[in-house]
C-alpha cells in the first residue's frame, strides 16, 4: 500500500490526477466521442483490408487457373502430337511396330511374372 501526501490525499488518492480527469478544460464526454470516431475509422479501416485481401487473393487465384489452364491445354497438344507421331511410325513401318509391341509384351510379362 503507498502511503499518500497531504495533496495526494486530496485529490482522491492521487489516481484521478495522473489520467488528467481533474485537469482543467478536461471533457468526458469529447474525449468519448473521439474514442468512438477513432474506433470508427479503425472498423472502416479493417474493412477495406480485408476487401482488398479477398480482391488480391480472388485475382491470384484467377492467374493461377489460367496458367493452371494453359499448362493442361500444352501437355494435351503435345500428347497428341505424340500419338499421332506413333501412329504415323507404326504405318511406315508396320513389321518393326509390330516387334516393337512383341518385345514389350515380353519384357512386362517378365516383369509381371518376377513379382
Known sequence: MAILSESESAQGGGRSGDIGLDQPGFNLQSEVEELKRSIGQIR?????????????????????????????????????QSAQALQDGIAAHPLAGAAVGVAAGFVLARLLRRR
Open 44 to 80: 472502416t479501416d479493417v474493412t477495406q483490408i480485408i476487401d482488398q485481401t479477398m480482391h488480391l487473393g480472388k485475382a491470384g487465384a484467377d492467374i493461377a487457373g489460367d496458367a493452371l489452364s494453359r499448362g493442361i491445354q500444352g501437355v494435351k497438344q503435345k500428347g497428341a
